[in-house]
């Protein structure tokens, strides 16, 4: 298979044949059955032969250079890291790049099991180097579009490799090292948009390494937001990095990082920002739309599942990192508190199965007083029609997108309900029902490539109002009902937490099927994720380390440890 996209080698820049070798007595008998008797064959019949046979050997030859010019290339980075200037090493990253992009066309025929070293290559080869250390990952490496900010490290995406690299054996966490410190860093830098401050906890949503500085030194350019699609900080960057940084203590079992000043001190700043005192009379975070992985415009204003089920992780996560002292006690006092709220609320109004689903059909609205039943007014007539087709009768349920005053949005997230899995949030009979309907939705929610990172898609005057007729997040594209292969990794993670690894295997050979051939799109369109993304980068970076968790959590189930959080 070609690919015009990624850099076809040219093929009057071919290696000569290899001139013909003497035939021994292990290859004889294959020959033969091969050719059926060579002797008996005419002229021009043992010219075919022959020619089949150099061109067999010149593919051999041609995969077997770009491999070991990849390798070489990759070396040659490693090595001249601490003697060559920062210019050089870019040139040489870029020429890392192009070999990569080389050495993955000439393996798009290989089977599943080369696809996971073909992950691997990638990831090592999207490895960004600051003062000669590894600090992050590239969010892709397609040269064949404009970069925008995909030559950055995002916060977001850099998780499921940091985890990759904490999960293979042996583990390699210095990087997840480098990059929590990293990170952290940028934290105490000033944060301003226009002329308003951030708060002092927020986190960047990507970072770069420059060369810009009059003196041609590395430094790292950080966006906290001013410049990401409609300006939005990036409100789940510091629970992702408080999630990573559990996970790399419970790897490593070096508790020396995060009991560091700096560390507690960063963790404080970014629990501060979301238990400050305000006007709230819900235990959930209010955000504004565009504040997570969705980045853009859909409506997932007020209340979204993913921030809750990400902050209620991270709350979790914190009890188990931060230390009495310093004001520590006081804020886990707090923590607790929080916690046993934001469990009740999600539990009992996000909570959305047949039986739930028929309550709603027949609230009674304007009740006032504390025993209302249909606590937020929202009116039956609001239920789309949908849902009713899609909510099965027999077994399932999953926790609805938002709810607010007079308002529950009854589309299903993905990444909500399986980090509300796998922090807890979830009852086990909630996760099983969860993992029921991905079952029972299959052609809904997998499709021919998984998985949708939302269902079902906004249409007509919906998408246009709500959108605002954003022309990425058309209908199934994007993350308007688009399919995420990276989002595999949370697939698998909640699969195994919950016992159920055959919905992920299933999901993991319905990627390997194409996810390679296509080179590693970042999403896939249509209503069962059968096309590239219009839009897609490829080589995306979070694709190939979303494929290789679920690999090895599949192989292994107990990876899930670094995790999970019991109930």
Known sequence: MSSPQLGKLNEENEPEEEASQPLNHATVPAMASETESPMRLSVSERKKVKNKKNKERKKKKKKATARDAAAATTHSVESQISEKTTSSLLTLQSMAVSTLREFLVESLEESPATMVEEAWYGLRESIVIYEGKPVGTLAAMD??????????????????????????????????????????????????????????????????VSTDSPDGKETIVADFGGSAIGRVAPVDSGFWWIILLRAYTKCTGDHTLRERPEVQKGMRLILKLCLSDDLDTFPTLLCADGCSMIDRRMGIYGYPIEIQALFYFALRCAVQLLKPEDGGKELLERIAKRIAALC???????????????????????????????????????????????????????????????????????????????????????????????????DDLIGEMPLKIAYPALEGDEWRTITGCDSKNTRWSYHNGGSWPTLLWLLASACSKTG??????????????????????????????????????????????????????????NNVSLLSIEG
């Open 500 to 557: 159920r690894l055959l919905i992920a295997k299933r999901a993991i050979e319905l990627a390997e099927q194409r996810l390679s051939k296509d080179g590693w799109p970042e999403y896939y369109d249509g209503k069962t994720g059968k096309y590239i993304g219009k839009q897609a980068r490829k080589f995306q970076t979070w694709s190939m380390s979303g494929y290789l968790i679920a690999k090895m959590m599949i192989e292994n189930p």
């Open 344 to 442: 009740f609320h999600i539990q009992q109004y996000y909570w959305l199965d047949f039986k739930q689903l028929n309550n709603v059909y027949r609230y009674k609205t304007e009740e006032y007083s504390h025993t209302a039943v249909n606590t937020f007014n929202v009116m039956p007539e609001s239920i789309p029609e949908w849902v009713f087709d899609f909510m099965p009768s027999s077994r399932g349920g999953y926790l609805i997108g938002n709810v607010s005053p007079a308002r529950m949005d009854f589309r299903w997230f993905l990444v909500g309900n399986c980090i509300a899995i796998l922090s807890g949030l979830a009852t086990d009979k909630q996760a099983t029902a969860i993992m029921d309907l991905i079952e029972e939705r299959w």
């Open 143 to 208: 040269s064949t579009k404009e970069p925008r900010n995909y030559n950055q490290v995002f916060v977001r995406d850099f998780i499921p490799a940091g985890l990759a690299f904490l999960m293979k054996k042996p583990a390699e966490p210095e990087i997840v090292k480098n990059y929590l410190l990293k990170t952290l860093h940028l934290q105490g830098r000033e944060k301003k948009v226009d002329n308003f401050t951030l708060g002092e906890g927020v986190l960047p949503a990507s970072f770069k």
